[in-house]
């Protein structure tokens, strides 16, 4: 959520930096609820001190001996006035709170400004695509011809979109998830915590997923409550929201967490992109990434979480290239984002694979989210990052499409092999 004294003081600078987003935003909303509310509140702490001077005056002619009957009768008008004023304050704190959680952040200075994914901004790139002897095929085709995916049979227990991992590919997708654990807990800083998959509302909220993309989520009434829990679309939800309310010590910043959770989303608004295959599933598994950051320290936290994300991909030998998103592709929380791809031979191009945001106090606004100063004085806002540590699904199909062999075979990583029991290769069953 943006800082509304921001938008109050410099409403043009706002307008212009989300018109970079290619939101055409007008704040005059926002700043005349806004200034409604200031009347309302103007109004309150007028009658309020009308309402203290009377009952002190009450006090004084009842020490005198006075009637005191018309002014207090006057006194419960002013708390009747009162009560139903502080109403419409609440109402009209609702409706600003409404407006301001449907603007988007604003982006960084040094993000790439464009309309689409077409500006985004090559930053780097690793490692040389496989020249193969034979035409590569595509991950479902390797999978279902070794009979270790089935979307068939996912299809026929649930609908299109999901999977089912057979044998080998579901040990290399837990091989997969315990490698990146371990990479980013032993040789990365972070500390792996286990989140819920099931959210309430305030925390899809604070996360910036609510109520702008309530169409996306999948998510469960509860029978016995007038409440709905929300499946996760990414663990950067529950692990952003862990301190929501908190203060912490600036002397414990940065946190970095991660953890491995399955991952849910309707994917409303895909539907005929990417039908076929792993991309683009309603659930997925993913190592996230998440950090908890002082402003000074979040540019620099962004960085080393992209390398963090990149030396998973170089230990799998994986090619890769490193995104910088333009302002019209960037996610509504962020302020600035890469995105990495990794190259897959049977698409004949680089597809994403993780994306890194700084969503700066974005989230901690809305979450309530600080830290308190070394120095002392006010506790001021953290800044929140979050980042795919990687995707595991995508991984897998990098994984199949850059080691196949051409009597259809799968060689393993070598960097997998320990936690593949010293399995070297996939193959045909006879």
Request: hydrophobic residues 35%; aromatic residues 6%.
């Amino acid at each position: 959520m943006l800082d509304l004294r921001l938008i109050r003081e410099q409403p043009d600078e706002v307008e212009r930096a989300l018109g970079l987003r290619g939101e055409a935003v007008s704040l005059r909303p926002i700043l005349e609820a806004e200034a409604e509310r200031r009347r309302l509140v103007t109004q309150t702490e007028e009658l309020k001190a009308e309402r203290n001077r009377a009952s002190e005056a009450i006090g004084q002619a009842k020490r005198r001996g006075e009637d005191t009957a018309a002014a207090m009768a006057r006194v419960r008008e002013i708390g009747d006035r009162s009560k139903e004023l502080d109403r419409q304050v609440q109402e009209a704190d609702e409706r600003l709170r409404a407006m301001l959680l449907q603007l988007p952040n604003i982006p960084h200075a040094s993000v790439p400004v464009g309309r689409s994914a077409d500006d985004n901004v090559e930053v780097r790139r690793w490692g040389t695509p496989r020249q193969f002897a034979f035409e590569p095929r595509a991950h479902d085709d390797i999978g279902e011809a070794l009979g270790i995916l089935d979307f068939e049979r996912a299809s026929k227990i649930s609908k299109s979109r999901f999977v089912v991992l057979w044998r080998e590919a579901a040990r290399l997708s837990r091989a997969l998830a315990q490698f990146m654990l371990d990479l980013h807990t032993r040789e990365h800083g972070f500390s792996e915590v286990w989140v819920p998959h099931l959210v309430n509302f305030e925390t899809m909220v604070g996360a910036g997923v609510l109520p702008k993309f309530e169409d996306q989520q999948f998510k469960v009434q509860e029978p016995d409550a007038e409440r709905t829990l929300y499946l996760i679309a990414t663990s950067e939800i529950s692990m952003t929201a862990l301190h929501g309310g908190e203060t912490l010590p600036e002397a414990e910043l940065p946190r970095r967490y991660c953890a491995f959770t399955p991952c849910y989303r309707r994917e409303a608004g895909t539907y005929g992109q990417d039908t076929k295959g792993m991309i683009r599933q309603h659930q997925f598994d993913k190592v996230e990434m998440v950090k908890i950051t002082t402003p000074g320290q979040s540019y620099g936290e962004l960085e080393s979480m992209v390398r963090s994300a990149e030396v998973v991909l170089e230990r799998l030998e994986l090619p890769y290239r490193v995104m910088a998103l333009s302002t019209g592709d960037m996610g509504f929380q962020s302020a600035k984002t890469y995105d990495i791809e990794v190259w897959l031979p049977g698409q004949g191009k680089y597809r994403e694979i993780s994306s890194c945001s700084n969503c700066e106090a974005f989230q901690a606004r809305r979450l309530d989210l600080k830290y308190r100063p070394k120095g002392g004085g006010r506790p001021e806002l953290c800044h929140t990052l979050n980042g795919s540590g990687l995707a595991v699904g995508r991984t897998l199909v990098a994984v199949l499409e850059n080691y196949q062999e051409a009597d259809g075979s799968v060689t393993i990583p070598p960097a997998l092999r320990q936690y593949m029991g010293g399995l070297e290769r996939i193959g045909a069953r006879g």
